[in-house]
C-alpha cells in the first residue's frame, strides 16, 4: 500500500449560537479562523456571504507525505486537555476532527496510531474523513 500524498486537518466546533471568542477562552487557544452566525464575509472580488453557522477552526500545517496522526497529535497539544472542557463543548456544539486526505495513487492508504483514537476518544472528537482520488493524470479514473 502506497502512502497517501498529503494530508490536511483541522479542528472544527460549529454551533449557531457559539462565540468564537468564548471558544478561545475555553480552549485557551486562538483559532486560525472563527466566525459567528450572521456575520457577513466580503471577499476581495466583492461578493459577499452571510455565515450560517458560527464556527471555530484550529487548522495543522499541511503535511506531505501524509501525517494524520502527527497533525492530531499537534491541533490537541495546543488546546486545553481537561475531560470536563469537552464533554460541555461537545454537548453544546458539534465538535470533529476534519482530515483531508489527498491520494497519489488508487490504493493508497493510511493508519490511524491508538494513542491518536485514545486523544480524539477521550474527548468525544468524531473524526471525519475525506479522501480525494488520484488525478486522472495518474491513470486513476
Known amino acids: 500500500m502506497g502512502k497517501i500524498r498529503h494530508s490536511k486537518a483541522c479542528l472544527r466546533i460549529f454551533g449557531n449560537d457559539l462565540v468564537p471568542?468564548?471558544?478561545s477562552q475555553i480552549?485557551?487557544?486562538?483559532?486560525t479562523v472563527a466566525q459567528r452566525t450572521g456575520e457577513v464575509i466580503r471577499?476581495?472580488?466583492?461578493?459577499?456571504?452571510?455565515?450560517?453557522?458560527?464556527?471555530?477552526?484550529?487548522?495543522a500545517v499541511t503535511e506531505e507525505p501524509e501525517d494524520i496522526n502527527g497533525q492530531v497529535r499537534s491541533i490537541l497539544s495546543k488546546v486545553d486537555p481537561a475531560p470536563g472542557?469537552?464533554?460541555d463543548?461537545?454537548?453544546?456544539?458539534d465538535v470533529d476532527m476534519f482530515c483531508g486526505l489527498f491520494m497519489r495513487h488508487a490504493n493508497d492508504g493510511f493508519t490511524l496510531a491508538p494513542?491518536?483514537?485514545?486523544l480524539l476518544g477521550e474527548r468525544g472528537i468524531i473524526i471525519d474523513f475525506d479522501i480525494y482520488?488520484?488525478?486522472?493524470?495518474?491513470?486513476?479514473?
Do not use: H, T
Open 133 to 141: 482520488a488520484a488525478d486522472r493524470e495518474d491513470g486513476v479514473a
Open 21 to 23: 471568542e468564548e471558544i
Open 89 to 93: 463543548l461537545v454537548q453544546r456544539f
Open 115 to 118: 494513542d491518536v483514537m485514545v
Open 27 to 31: 480552549l485557551r487557544c486562538e483559532p
Open 43 to 59: 471577499y476581495q472580488s466583492g461578493r459577499e456571504r452571510v455565515v450560517k453557522c458560527g464556527n471555530w477552526r484550529l487548522d
Open 85 to 87: 472542557v469537552w464533554e
